[in-house]
Structure formats: C-alpha cells, structure tokens
C-alpha cells in the first residue's frame, strides 16, 4: 500500500497512519477521532487542529493515496522509452495497490461509504483514476505520433489495460472467496496481460 511520507510535518503523518491503520483494519464507522488521537498518539486539541472531521481525515488518507499513484506513474513514463519496460513498471505498481491488503480494504470502504459520502467516490476518481489514465492514454498517444503504432483509440486501450490487471480475479479477491495473488501469480498476471495487449495495439518485438 502506497503511503506518502514527504512533505508532512511528523505530528500530522502520525495521524495520517493511524487513521489509515484504523480504517483498513475496523469498520470505518466504529473508528473515532478519539481513538485516531490515541493511535497517534496526540491530544485530540492537536488531531482537530490537522483536521476538521473524520470525514476529512478519510479523504486526506485516500487523497495521498492517489496521489502517490499517479506520481509513480508519471515517473514511470518519463524514465524510459521502452515499452515493454514501461508497461511492467505500470503494471507493477497498479497490481501491488489493488491487490495488497490495504488497497482491498480501501476499495471495500469507498464502495461502503460511497452513498452516505458521494464525494468521497468522486474525489478518487478525480484525483486517482482519471489522470492515471489520461497519462496513459497521453503516451500511448505518443506512441502513434512516433508513426511506430497505430491505435485507434488510445483511451479505449488505456482502459483495457488496466481491465486486464483488475478483472474476474480482482472481484473474487474483493469478495474473500479467493486470497490475493503471491509474488509469482502477480507476475505471471502482468506478463500475460502485457502481452496480450501488445497483441491487440500490433507491436512486434524488434
């Protein structure tokens, strides 16, 4: 689970991290600001001086949540010009995320708390799932303006490679009736789904 750490005075990332751990490991409804504020540990004065709410507090721990995303990928994309690389590099930190216990927990909570906090829902998806998409849509856009590739609609593709790293396994995952996948089932996930999308945009090893 990807928990930034920069930036952050340290009686505010003591809260960060408790009110995640609280809210991965209890039912989000049963966690107090009293209990954060012990979990930190600071006094409750300190807690409401970060933050306003609880409410806050959440959109807080998925906010650098998505943030760290989308800065990895970023930085990802503009390391190398490899494509296979670059694909792995995405792959791998999208499937450590939505697989890791963390990650399972934080989607079984929006999905929860997404009809009494529907800005909550809103606010991954501005700040997490749209740009990561769009900054793959944008170099795969690259990759046709490069004249080596010739895909139709980029944002069509971008959308079906991460459909390829979630799918039937991700839901089963999500419902308990399977356990997340191991080191080698990840792997051996992303290589086939790179692969299989390479396959689809026509790119042929050189």
Known sequence: MIIPTENFEPKRQAILNAATQLFLTNNYRSVSMDKIAQAAPVSKATLYNHFDSKNDLLV?????????????????LSTTDDIKSNLRKIASTLVDVIYST????IHRLLVAESHEFPELGQMVYDKGVRPTQEQFETYLQQLNDSGHFSIPDPNFAADAFFSLLEGKLHFRCLLGVQPPPNEREKAQLIESAIAFFLQGIGYEER
């Open 102 to 105: 963390g990650g399972l927990a």
């Open 60 to 76: 807080a721990v998925i906010q650098g949540i998505c943030t760290s995303i989308v800065q990895t990928v970023t930085q990802t």
